[in-house]
T-cell receptor, first 111, second 113 residues
Framework: GENVEQHPSTLSVQEGDSAVIKCTYS??????FPWYKQELGKRPQLIID?????GEKKDQRIAVTLNKTAKHFSLHITETQPEDSAVYFC??????????FGTGTRLQVFP | DAGVIQSPRHEVTEMGQEVTLRCKPI?????LFWYRQTMMRGLELLIY????????DSGMPEDRFSAKMPNASFSTLKIQPSEPRDSAVYFC???????????FGSGTRLTVV
C-alpha cells in the first residue's frame, strides 16, 4: 500500500552543524512532497515543499532535494540553531488529494 | 481568518463513553482531513472530505469511529464506545484544492481511562 518511510527517528546535532533527514515513498506517481515542523505541544506547520518537476528547492537555511528515480527526498538544514529543535515530518501526495506522512524525526540542536 | 479551530483542546473520558471531537475549517477551503497522532504510529489519516462529501475513510480504525461534515464550516469525529487505545492527539486540517498547503488545527488531546 501507500507508504512513506522516514529516517532517522532521532537526530542530535551541535548548534551550527547541518542536519539531514531522508524519506522514501512507494508510489512512483506521487507528485507533491511537503515537509512539516511540529514544535512540542503545537500543530504541524508547513516549512517547505517540492513538486515532482523540480529537483531541489531552497529557502534560506532549509533545502529539499528530490530523486524521482530512487523515490526519495531529503530535508537539509544548515547552520542549525536551538530553535530548529522540533519533530519534522515528510509527506507525499500519492495520486489523490491526501497526504501520507512519514513517522517523524525528532531533531535536537544543542547549544 | 482564525485558522482551523478544534474543540475541545483536551478531553478525558472513561472507557465506554461517547466522545465527539469538533472542527471548523478555514472559510473557503474545500478539503477537510482528520488525522490521529501517536508516538508509535505518527500521523495517520483517518478520513477526508471534499465539498462535505467523504472521499476516503479507509483509515478509520473500526466501526466505533464515525465522521460527518454536515456543512462546509463544521465537521465531527465521534468515537462510540471509547477505549484506552484511542488515547491520542486528533488533528483536523483543511486545504483548498487538495494536498497542497494543509493548515492544521491545534488538535484535541484525548485520554480514555
Amino acid at each position: 500500500g501507500e507508504n512513506v518511510e522516514q529516517h532517522p527517528s532521532t537526530l542530535s546535532v551541535q548548534e551550527g552543524d547541518s542536519a539531514v533527514i531522508k524519506c522514501t515513498y512507494s508510489d512512483s506517481a506521487s507528485n507533491y512532497f511537503p515537509w512539516y515542523k511540529q514544535e512540542l505541544g503545537k500543530r504541524p506547520q508547513l516549512i517547505i515543499d517540492i513538486r515532482s518537476n523540480v529537483g531541489e528547492k531552497k529557502d534560506q537555511r532549509i533545502a529539499v532535494t528530490l530523486n524521482k528515480t530512487a523515490k526519495h527526498f531529503s530535508l537539509h538544514i544548515t547552520e542549525t540553531q536551538p530553535e530548529d529543535s522540533a519533530v519534522y515530518f515528510c509527506a507525499a501526495s500519492m495520486r489523490t488529494d491526501k497526504l501520507i506522512f512519514g513517522t517523524g524525526t525528532r531533531l535536537q540542536v544543542f547549544p | 481568518d482564525a485558522g482551523v479551530i478544534q474543540s475541545p483542546r483536551h478531553e478525558v473520558t472513561e472507557m465506554g463513553q461517547e466522545v465527539t471531537l469538533r472542527c471548523k475549517p478555514i472559510s473557503g477551503h474545500d478539503y477537510l482531513f482528520w488525522y490521529r497522532q501517536t508516538m508509535m504510529r505518527g500521523l495517520e489519516l483517518l478520513i477526508y472530505f471534499n465539498n462535505n462529501v467523504p472521499i476516503d475513510d479507509s483509515g478509520m480504525p473500526e466501526d466505533r469511529f464515525s465522521a460527518k461534515m454536515p456543512n462546509a464550516s463544521f465537521s465531527t469525529l465521534k468515537i462510540q464506545p471509547s477505549e484506552p487505545r484511542d488515547s491520542a492527539v486528533y488533528f483536523c486540517a483543511s486545504s483548498f484544492g487538495g494536498a497542497d498547503g494543509y493548515t492544521f488545527g491545534s488538535g484535541t488531546r484525548l485520554t480514555v481511562v
